[in-house]
Every structure is written in structure tokens, then in C-alpha cells.
DNA sequence: TTGAAAGCGCTAACAT
DNA sequence: ATGTTAGCGCTTTCAA
């Protein structure tokens, strides 16, 4: 061999410098029965001095069907605040039953979430957990069969029915469009991802709910759907304040959204101006000025929760699949507090054009 | 079997249903030449039909020593804006070359980094990604041996010379501290973490480097330490301010220290009397008021270099250990361009007890 | 209490 | 172009 020096001593060579033989060493580094003291101190100094560390790969293959104790988790990105606590959960509750977490951005794309289920199931991992890009899930449902459990997180995937952790979404968005009725707003702004998406279904669906107890009519002016980044959230924000009757309070459903309309607010010195809430919570929010008002969810106990049930689900648990929605809490700590000041139409463009004329597209 | 249901279509089940060998089969999956595109065909409706999926750890089993396109990546908390954006960038380049990477967090306790290398390790991971702790690294070194290459990132590993990617931490907080110098600043508070971290001791001598070089005393009673959370970073500032002759500036040189900080002067009512500069940018720190100057890094970029050298020592790249330096950059965005007011001694700590005394210690 | 043989799912080297 | 044999590092029989 040419580079010996990086190979890794097995149980084999274990054994031949304890002078037992394969399976007494096997049943010292599992801590099975059936072996004297002596023999396993033996088999120990051996372990030691060649700093033997097992192959659990080649252990599982071997105990065909037994667990890897690893799992994969597909995130839209991993770098997104609200996804890394998540992982975070999981890893928790991961680490309390000695699973590796496999961890992975979909990039919300259908090809890539399919790529990398099928190299993990290539990888053995012993299930999933995914928060499901905008696809039918069915295909993926079957390419996993029975032999992979997979929990969702975060939205409910389409096409299947399957155990499922999301927040509350329907009645959070709900909630947070009636904190800005009761600051005694009309007209409320509404920014949400692609409505392929159930969450962004949903949160606009408790808007639409919010409005209608509210006796409001729904005004589909006031509604930018596809806010996916902080990019597209700055223009679906300058979109909303260059019409001609403008939102007096806007709602962002996602934190993306809630970033880029903070900052349009602050180019266009509306931030005192115009009522704002979000949904998800983010680092610094309550230092901005305002500080935010947010519908604050839970990441880190849906990333929990998600890992445990798919641990339940490895533990044999057959009952059927179960929805689990974490509550959410609406911290009002100001943005989302400012009242409704424009009576006459148009006042707040007025204040746009004075303000920051070149924000205003021609 | 009591669970035939979940078993998983094996190489030798797809040439039994297509009526060829293993080693044909083995072919079509592996994309080699020397078989006829009918038998190709052939042996693919099989793999349809079984929904087959290719075992990657038997496979890599069988030809020891190959790679498992797996590697793990250790940070000190996945959730950290810093670290997640480390793990994205990790990602990226990974998924070029169709690797998978397990993140983990070390909660910067050595015990948890060995038992996380051991359990990697042992699952046959490629290589290692690792934000050290602070502690020997000879440990973990002499534990992977040459069987497992290991990149450093973000802060160097003592006892060991390896391959290391940092960002110029002396340099980074010598301009922060210039910067404030610039401004009028002759008190300047440091926040910094425990010092057995490099990165911390590396920050720390750049801001006495840059004291030293404007003629400026060191005050030890302006240095904090032991800075790791957000907590941490709110008493580290009150403590600050409520001495006799508090610092007209802070340099925080984390991102806890920095949000930590925030909230102390927003308390105090200081925010725009004392000047702040920050290491590490976060999201919405250009939103707050004062907007926050910041020497910003490249997590990202860090994170795909980190992962690139590795590859390349998998590569066969044997050249000694090499220490890359990602350079910074200083961003004023008003924070930290506050000039120096205070003329007589007190005035601030004055300020204090009128604006919230219930926050100064007795 | 210990060990020998068979085989997990796959690939390498060598037939045919 | 296709198949056979051996074996990766380990665990499971089952025998001693």
C-alpha cells in the first residue's frame, strides 16, 4: 500500500494484538456480556494503543436494518435566523440520543429538496425531517416508502398527509392584522411569499379573516404576494406607498418581508408614520426605532418537537399521522402600536414626495 | 421478517428481476462502459420498478478507503448569525462536489468538541471543519492522525500547526479602535470574550496596538472580558458606565457583545453621546439609531474556503499548513463616527443616574 | 467464556 | 460484454 500511514485500525487488528480473537473484542467495544474482566482489559490495552475507534458503518451494514443514528434535515437555507434555530432544536434533541444531523439548504427549489432526500436515503440516514418546498409531496413521499419516517416543519407538504409541526399560522396572522385594526387602521398592507407556499396561504388567509370580522373590505391593491427576499420585500414596499391610496399600517408575514419594508419605512421617514407588524422574531428587532411589534414563534421548540416525534416514529409508534401546531406570542412593543393619523387620502404620499422625492418611482 | 414492507430493494434484487448479474447491475448504477445499451435498459426497468436506491456505505465499504462524500463541521452554535453563515458557505461548496456535511455544535466545551470528532469519526466522515474551543488540540489532532484531514476556522487551534482559516482579527481591531480614536475618543471601552479564545487575545492586542501607536494609555478598568453572551455583554457595560470615569466609546468585538451593548446605551440613554464600533455585521444593525459602524467579515466567504482547502488535502494536496487570512471590511454607518463630547470627568456617568438610576448598582 | 463461519450490500480483480 | 470470486469491517448465528 502507498500511504498506510492513513490507515485506520479495525477490530481485526484489535484483536490480533490481544490475542483474541474478532468477536471477544467486538463484544468488549459494545459492552456485551460473556467476557472476564481480564480478557476485556486485555482487549482495552489493544484498543488504546492502537487507538482503535469503531466503523459504525460497516457495524450497521452488518446488523442490516439496525439504526444509523443519523438524521437529515432540509431547511429552505440554512443561513436564515428562523431555519438555523430550528436546526438548533433539532440538533438538541438529536444529541440526547447520539444522532448526527445532516443539515441542508433546499434553496425552496422542488429538484434540489428531491437531489438531496435521495442522497441522504443513499446515506442511510434514519429519517427526515423537512420543511417541504412548494411541490407535491407525493413523489418524495414515494421514493421514501415506508422505510424512511419523515416529519415536515414548518408548512404542511402538499399531495400527502404526514406528521407535521408548523405554527399556528391562520391564527397568528389573524392576530396580528387585528392589533392593527384595534390602532384603528383601514387600510393594512399585506406582504406574503408565493401563495404556492401553504404558510403564506395561510397567513393570508387570517388576514382576510382579521378584515372580514373587522367589517373591512378587502382591498387587493394592498396585497404583495412573491416576497421571498429583502430585495423583493424593498420593492413590494416602494409599490405599496407610490399607489395612489397608500396602506396606513402594513403587515410583513416573514421576516424577509419585515427587513425590507423596515428599511423602505426608514428611506421614506415613515417609520413613526405607518403601523407595522410582523410575524417571527429577529435579533434586534426591539432596538429599531420603533422597536417591532411581532408575532414571535417558537423555532427552536418546532425543531424540538419535529426531532421527537420523528424519534417516536423510529421507536415503532404506528398511530396515524398527527399535526402538531406550536402557539405563537404577539409582543407589542411599539411599531405595530402606532395609531391611524391619515384621515385625508393621499396625506401619506405627500409625505413620501417631501421627504425622499427620488424613492418614488416616476 | 415481521417487517418485510420496510425493506429496501438491495443491488441483488434489481439483477434478479432483470435477469443478469450483480456486477451488471453494479455497471448501469455506476455508469461504466461494457454493457450494451439493452442490457443498460433493461437493468434500469428494474431499477425503476424497485424504486432501487444505491447503498452509499456499502459501497464505500466495499472499495475501503474511498470517500464518503460526507464530512462534519463543528461551530460553536449552529444558531450564531456568524456560524450559520459559516455553515452556509460550507454548504456551497460542498454541494459541488455532492457532499454532505453534518453540522454540530461544540457549545465551546472541549468534551462535547471530542465526543462530536469521535462520533464523526466513526460514521466515516471524509474530513473535518472545526471552530475550536479553547483548549490543547493535540488531543483531537492525535485522534484523527493522517486518516482525517481537519481545516481550523475562525480562530486558531493551540498546541497544533494545521490548516487554518481566520479572519485578520489584530488588524480588524486595530482600525475599529483607530476608527474611535479618529472620532475624538481617548477613554475607549473593549468587550471582548475569554481570553483562552484566540480570536479574543488576537482582538484584544489589536486594540493596544492601536492605543499604544495613538499614545494612548491602557486603562485595564476599560477592558471587560469573559464576554460570550448577550447577558454577558449587558452587565459588562453597566459595570462600564457606572465606574467613576467611564469610556466615551466601546469597541465590542463580538456580535453578543455588540447587541449586549446596544441595549446597555439604549437603557442609558447614550446612544448617540457614546461611540460604538462592532466586529461582525448583523442583519438590521444599519436599522438602529445611531446605525451601527462595524468591521464587517465574511462568514461566508470563510466557511467555501475552509471547505476548499479541505477538499484539496482529500485532493492529495500534502504542502505544509497554511494559515489564509480573510481580509475585513470597516463600514461607518454612524455608531461608531460619534465624536468625543465629554470634556470634564463624570459628565457621563451624570447623565446616567438622571436618565435611569434604577440601573446603576448601589 | 470464547471462537469460527456466514453474510450485510457493495466493488475490485479477475475470469469467461 | 458479462459473470465469478473474494473481501471491505463488522455482527450474528451457532458451536466449542
Known sequence: MTDDRHRRATMRDVAALAGVSLKTVSRVVNDEP????ATRAQVQRAIDALRYLPDATAANLAHAGRATHTIALLLSAVDNPFAACILRGVEAAAR????AVFAASTEELPDVEETLVKAFASRNVDGFLITPTACDHRR????LGTRWPVVYLDRVPSGITADTITSNNVASATAATQHLIDAGHRRIGLLTDRLSIGTARDRRQGYEDAL?????????????TDVATVDDAVCAGRRLFAA????TAVFASRNAATIGMVRVLKQLGLSHQVGLISIDDIELSDLLDPPLTVVSQDPEGMGRLAAQRLFARLDGDDTPPVHLIIPTTLLARGSGEIPCRVTSRGQIRATIHQNTPQETPA
Open 34 to 37: 460473556n467476557v472476564t474482566d
Open 96 to 99: 440526547e440520543r447520539h444522532v
Open 140 to 143: 418524495i413521499a414515494e421514493l
Open 212 to 224: 372580514r370580522q373587522a367589517g373591512l373590505e378587502l382591498d387587493e391593491t394592498l396585497i404583495q
Open 244 to 247: 395612489d391610496n397608500p396602506p
